[in-house]
């Protein structure tokens, strides 16, 4: 499995099977296929409301494939809780409980990585990054960062004296490039992970329930964007998907496609037997449009 380094001495595998919008009670199951698939890393969130499913399908997947819990990279990421939607702020007492009642939910006893799930308020964010550094100190957090924090915040936390985030977790695919941000992660060894990779896919989130605000306008999109995606799928033998993964792990981006769909899972995590060319690479570029749409960072508070 390849990897990237996160710390001195934790590797984060590129390839990480998201688990958002899973529910609880088909979680298992769709872990269980990515771990025999080959995945080696699980994204799941306390406000995924599917941890119990996720723990258990991990389990189950380190029984049936002989695996240890340390051949498996596992992230999960605190709610922050926003006031503006009339959610109490976590402080740093409710932030260490948040991680163990996430760790009690998994049935594990550490994570390898705890991020923030999204910054609002200063005071708030501080208070939990210091919650966070609490935790990887205690040992119930091999890796701590964020998520979805722009570099103004992080900056923040350097500016208060904290330790830097190992990573920051941000929706990245060719429509979504984040360049300046990207760079200055880069600069500062904060390790960009990748999420919503294939958002222009006219496929994405358009199963029942699982559309967003913008699933009309991405699924005409999608569709106008499948030409060029498809010249480079057919060139390369494989899928648009493919193109989209391979795409991020040659910008060095650990990737978390989610799938529930068995061939899915399986065809998303063939994404090291091939290469894209500097030719496809230089037009990928260019296919850049700016902000997000699973989580707009120009205004983090219209957030899914
Ligand atoms: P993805 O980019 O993984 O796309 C998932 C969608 O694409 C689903 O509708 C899925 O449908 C479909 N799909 C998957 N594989 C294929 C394929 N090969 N061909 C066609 N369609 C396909 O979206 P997510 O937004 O789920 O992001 C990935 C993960 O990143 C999340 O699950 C979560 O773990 C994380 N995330 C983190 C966020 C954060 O704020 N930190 C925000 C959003 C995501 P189907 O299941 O039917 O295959």
């Excluded at 710390?7 to 529910?23: H, R, S």
């Excluded at 771990?35 to 258990?56: K, L, M, P």
């Excluded at 941000?170 to 984040?178: A, D, F, R, T, V």
Aim: proline share 6%; with cysteine; glycine share 8%.
């Amino acid at each position: 499995m390849k990897t990237r380094a996160l710390t001195a001495d934790v590797e984060i595998p590129y390839l990480g099977f998201g688990t958002y919008l899973i529910a609880d009670d088909e979680a298992a199951a769709a872990v269980g296929e990515a771990i025999r698939a080959g995945y080696r890393h699980i994204d799941t969130a306390e406000g995924y409301q599917n941890e119990s499913g996720v723990g258990a399908g991990i389990r189950q997947a380190l029984t049936s494939e002989g695996l240890q819990r340390s051949d498996l990279f596992v992230t999960t990421k605190l709610w922050p809780g926003n006031p503006a939607w009339g959610q109490p702020a976590k402080t740093i007492e409710s932030t260490v409980a948040s991680l163990d009642a996430s760790l009690e939910r998994l049935e594990l006893d550490y994570v390898d990585l705890y991020l923030i799930h999204a910054p609002f308020e200063r005071d708030q964010r501080l208070a939990q990054w210091r919650g966070l550094v609490e935790l990887q100190q205690k040992g119930k957090a091999r890796a701590i960062g964020v998520s979805n924090f722009s570099a103004k915040h992080i900056e923040e936390l350097k500016t208060a004296g904290l330790p830097t985030p190992d990573a920051n977790q941000i929706e990245l695919h060719p429509w979504s490039q984040k360049p300046d941000l990207v760079r200055y992660l880069n600069d500062n060894e904060v390790t960009p992970i990748a999420y919503s990779s294939l958002v222009p896919l006219s496929t994405w989130r358009t199963a029942e329930g699982q559309d967003s605000a913008k699933t009309d306008q991405m699924k005409a999109d999608g569709e106008q964007a499948d030409a060029l995606f498809k010249v480079m799928a057919e060139k390369c033998g494989v899928s648009e998907a493919q193109i989209l993964l391979r795409w991020a792990v040659q910008q060095g981006y650990p990737v978390l496609p989610k799938s529930t769909n068995p061939e899915r899972i399986r065809k998303n995590a063939d994404i090291f037997g091939f290469s894209l060319d500097h030719e496809d690479m230089a037009a990928i570029e260019k296919m850049d449009r700016g902000d997000g749409v699973a989580w707009p960072m120009g205004d983090p508070t219209k957030a899914p």
